[in-house]
Structures are given as C-alpha cells and as structure tokens.
C-alpha cells in the first residue's frame, strides 16, 4: 500500500460558518435539538451554522436517501460560504456514500471534516483515499443539553488555532448518561512511548472497511478504538480480530477510548477490566498502550486528528500532537 501524502483542512477563523449534515441517522424528530445545539455551538464557539438542505430528511432509517445524503456532503464541498463540514450524529449507512463521494473535490477544498461513531467510516475512508486529515470527535446534538466546555477547547485549539500541542485529561470527566463505569482517568495499560499518525477510531466502522480500498494504512501508526455499548467479552473479541488481521504487528501503539456499557453489571464477565483483557490478549507484543476517556460516546470528546502525527508516553500519560494539523 502506498502512503498518501498528508494535506492539512483550512483553519477557521471566529465568525465562520460549519455545515450540518446528516450521513447516517434520521435527526427530523428532534428539531428541537437540533434548533438549541446550533444556537448553543454558535455561542460557545463563535462561529456560524448552517443546515444542510437535507439535513433534516428522513428515508426509513436514514437521513434521506443516498442521493440526498450525498447532494449535501457535496453542497457542503462546493458551497464557498461553508469552510467546515461536521456529521450531526452517528449510525449505521454512512457506508452507503464511501464509493459516489468526490474525493477529488475534497482534497482539492481541504476543508474540516468531523464527527463520531459512524463518521469513522467516512473520516477514515476520506484520509486513507485522500490524505486529509480529518476529526473524530463531535457528536453535534451532545451540543443541546450539556456542559460542553472541555470539547469547546478543544475545538478551538484544532480547528482555529491548529497547534494543538500536549492533549491535556478533562478534569470534570462523566459519561452523560450516567452509565455505570469504572473509568477513574487515563491510566497506563503498558508502559513505552512511541510516535506515528493518528489511525482508527469506531471500532465497528474500522471492521466495514478492513480490506477495502477505504481502509487506513495501520503500518507504524498509533491505533485509537472505541466502541458504543459494548460488553467486556466484545472488547476482547475486538482485540482477537486485530490480531488476526495482523494489525497488532504493524502498530506502534494503542490507546484504548471509552467503551460505553462496557461496565454495565448486569453482563456477564463486566468485572473484568480493560487492563487485564488487553495485557491478555495482546502477551508477546512490546506497543505501549493507554487508555482515556476523552474518545467515545456519551462524553465530551477531544478532536483527534485522525492522519496527523502524535506521540504517546503512556508511562507518564502525555499524548502530545506534534504537527500544525491546519493551515
């Protein structure tokens, strides 16, 4: 597989405007939502939101048809007003879009390009065919009804100033839904540093492309999995299939999301911990590995950068992003 060359999205500056669109799941029941997160993201952001002309359809399950659904994505590209592009929530058909989006006029408009859960699909399809970075990490509705402060900063290290530097933990960590949960902040899982580009994401999505001309290229990189409601047996499973794909040789490191649910008591082994599952399955490998809160569902999320180079020291839990990711 060759490498394609890394191309940085344009920064924002205050007053811009981002576009959302709906790749995947049907928002039009909750316009109200929709109405206070736009209102509310504008305000803690400074910048502008605009719907997309379908955001709102509804298509069965989906937020439109794949017509619709990828007339916006191309709106979003083509429209010179519109310098971000961010997927107002997860799903299950963002599959759907990968083989009719226009990647040359993504790569050719370098603009921002974020969300979670189902995004993963189209994020990691979108760097691995065209280089750009993209950002897992926005799950826009979470903008409705919660204290969003940690993500904000986020936000506006990423994509307005762009020179990210030492992620730092979010202090006032909570899962939204008030899961159970044993995360008590990051934690060291095994110790070592190590450096590469930024790969992964939701691990469901990863499984849809792997072996696709869509797939990321995992030589050398730092994986990043999370996973949405699932229980601890799944994690191990998780952990099985990368090895069998041989993902687990080509990496330099792991660091392990949030995996809601997973600490729900009332699944069978969920007293198990992270640690111990990964310690297990991945014996005779030497990749530092950690874990953190801040990538997943139900929680404020950093803007990981998926394809721009970071460093990890899992020992002294730094993960440091060593590159400008806009321009």
């Known amino acids: 597989m060759s490498e394609v060359k890394t191309i940085k999205p344009q920064k924002l500056t205050a007053g811009d405007t981002v576009a959302i669109i709906s790749p995947s799941n049907i928002i039009s029941h909750r316009k109200d939502e929709v109405e206070k997160a736009c209102r509310n993201f504008e305000e803690l952001t400074g910048l502008k939101t605009v719907l997309a002309p379908n955001a709102l359809a509804s298509h069965y399950y989906t937020a439109g048809t794949k017509q619709q659904r990828l007339d916006d994505f191309h709106w979003a590209l083509n429209n010179p007003e519109v310098k971000a592009i961010i997927f107002s929530v997860g799903g299950n058909t963002a599959i759907e879009l990968l083989k009719d989006l226009d990647y040359e006029l993504i790569r050719s408009t370098k603009k921002i390009i974020a969300g979670i859960s189902d995004a993963t699909t189209l994020l990691d399809a979108i760097t691995a065919k065209t280089g750009l970075i993209t950002f897992l990490g926005i799950e826009f509705l979470d903008f409705a009804k919660q204290d969003m402060s940690y993500e904000v900063e986020s936000i506006k290290k990423s994509w307005l100033d762009g020179d990210v530097g030492k992620i730092e933990q979010n202090k006032n ?130 803007m990981l950068p998926i394809g721009a180079t970071v460093s990890i020291d899992a020992s002294s839990l730094l993960i440091t992003v060593t590159e400008t990711i806009v321009e």
């Open 173 to 302: 960590w909570k899962d939204f839904k008030d899961l159970p949960t044993q995360y008590a902040g990051w934690e060291t899982i095994r110790a070592g540093v190590a450096s590469g580009k930024v790969a992964g994401g939701n691990f469901s999505s990863i499984s849809q492309l792997r072996g696709t001309e869509y797939s990321q290229d995992f030589r050398g990189n730092i994986l990043f999995i999370e996973g949405y409601m699932k229980a601890k047996k799944e994690i191990h499973q998780t952990l099985e299939q990368l090895k069998l794909w041989g993902v687990l040789e080509e990496i330099s490191a792991l660091v392990i999301g949030y995996y809601t649910g997973s600490d729900e008591p009332n699944r069978i082994g969920n007293d198990r911990t992270i640690k111990d599952i990964i310690l297990e399955t991945t014996e005779g490998f030497n990749f530092p590995v950690m874990k953190i809160g801040e990538v997943g569902h139900h929680v404020e999320n950093l």
